[in-house]
């Protein structure tokens, strides 16, 4: 290891993954540990931000506690540690687990499943009292019959190094580990609630509402840090969740490109509100499509709120138009496939085509479409998360605080992603494309405040008029 780490700091600069792998293969080590071994000599490291934030992750070399140094953090697309943190510092027990590692260990250890047996009855009396969702005070009563059980489980897992599914007891150590570590973790930023969760299992979830104390913490390890990102609106709201402190430095750079390359366009007669959700209000989101996509030959994006959203208007648009050239986003896609769907973007072909996509998805941001690769992004609705237990805790949090829950909870996350999505398309100086916002919404002062400086130029359009706008951006550039 000595000798690789010497070679490999004096013979390269930039040191990257391929030269890692290839320097680790050379001479027979673990890359990863190669990896962590050169980094004490680099003079800075790109990594994913667990390696900095995670309790159960972070460089233990770096970070470890009590540890600070001068390290400066730059931390790139900001907008997506707020949900990123959320899920490092939460953490949920559930009571199915207890059982099952109940049953695997039944002829093991008597007196471990005895403990298990008592984390259960607990459990399942805290199942008996939850109708729905539950908010709880504290939990101080499993939480040491869990302590507990969980010291037996660390001396039985020491002591048997090999049974028959040890792995899954394993994975549950790891879960008890990290759940009484996120339990000394909670304050006021955090709310504590049971469930029946999406599979029927019953939960308790330590959730972090407010990730900003825990994050600073981390910070604070070293001089300074950065947060960038082309979606940090609006700035308070990143302030308050990220530092906690609205006082910190703030610099909006305007964009570099110029705005007449690009047109933007809000369509006024049409939504994506749930009550509007139908055939009749597919078809008018078909309309814009085939119209957009119909005026100039190109590559398209089309953004939908959901999978269910997005399939009712393909459906539409197959029976209306076969000839039409288009692909769709799978759930779930692997590596190989979500290369092969951005290769179709590299074909110059003699149609328009338009690829179907997932606001908020893979494809909504971290892609590189310059120039005729991509000259227009379509997006169907406002980007609000859908209702679900966390974000009406959220909300419920936030107006607690006296802020607006439904902003911080909804429409900000939701502007987020629309912005991300519509960032697509103007990659270079030289990049000319549309963006149509198709909801009524965006017409509104709430969703207009969080428009980016750049977006004061937009038209608003309907079915009618949408094509002599597109008709006059693109005749420009004939």
Partial sequence: ??????????????????????YAEQYKICP???????????????????????PNVRLKRYFSDNVSGDYLFLIDEAHNLVSRAREMYSEVLIKEEVLLVKRILKDRSPSLCRLLDRCNKILLEMKRECEGVQILPEINH??????????????????NLEFQDRDLVLDFYFRIRNFLYIYELVDENYQIYTEMDREGQFAVRLFCVNPSGNLVNCLKQGNAAVFFSATLLPVNYYKELLSGNKEDYAVYARSPFKQENRLLL???DVSSRYSRRSRSEYG????????????KKGNYMVFFPSYQYMREAAAILEERNPEFLWTVQKSGMREEEREE????????????????????????????????RLIGAILVGTGLPMVCTEQEILK????????????????????????????????????????ALLDERFLERDYQAMFPIEWDDYKIVNRRTVKGALEGFWSQYM
């Fill in 1 to 22: 290891m000595n000798d690789a780490v010497y070679e490999i700091i004096h013979r390269e600069s930039g040191i990257d993954r391929e030269t890692i792998l290839s």
């Fill in 32 to 54: 990863f540990e190669f990896c962590l071994d050169i980094s004490n000599w680099m003079d800075g490291i790109i990594c994913d931000y667990n390696y900095v934030f995670d």
């Fill in 142 to 159: 499993l939480i040491l019959a869990v302590t507990a059980m969980f010291t037996a489980l660390q001396k039985f897992m020491d002591e």
């Fill in 266 to 268: 809000v369509a006024g």
């Fill in 284 to 295: 008018k989101i078909v309309d814009y499509v085939e119209t957009i996509v119909g005026a």
């Fill in 341 to 372: 769907f951005l290769r179709q973007f590299e074909v110059e072909g003699d149609k328009a085509f338009a690829a179907f996509c997932v606001m908020g998805g893979l494809f909504s941001e971290g892609i590189d479409l310059k120039e005729e």
């Fill in 396 to 435: 419920e949090y936030f107006d607690k605080n006296k802020q607006n829950g439904f902003h911080f909870a909804y429409q900000y996350p939701g502007m987020n992603k629309v912005m991300q999505a519509a960032g697509r398309v103007i990659r270079t100086i030289d990049d000319k494309g549309i963006i």
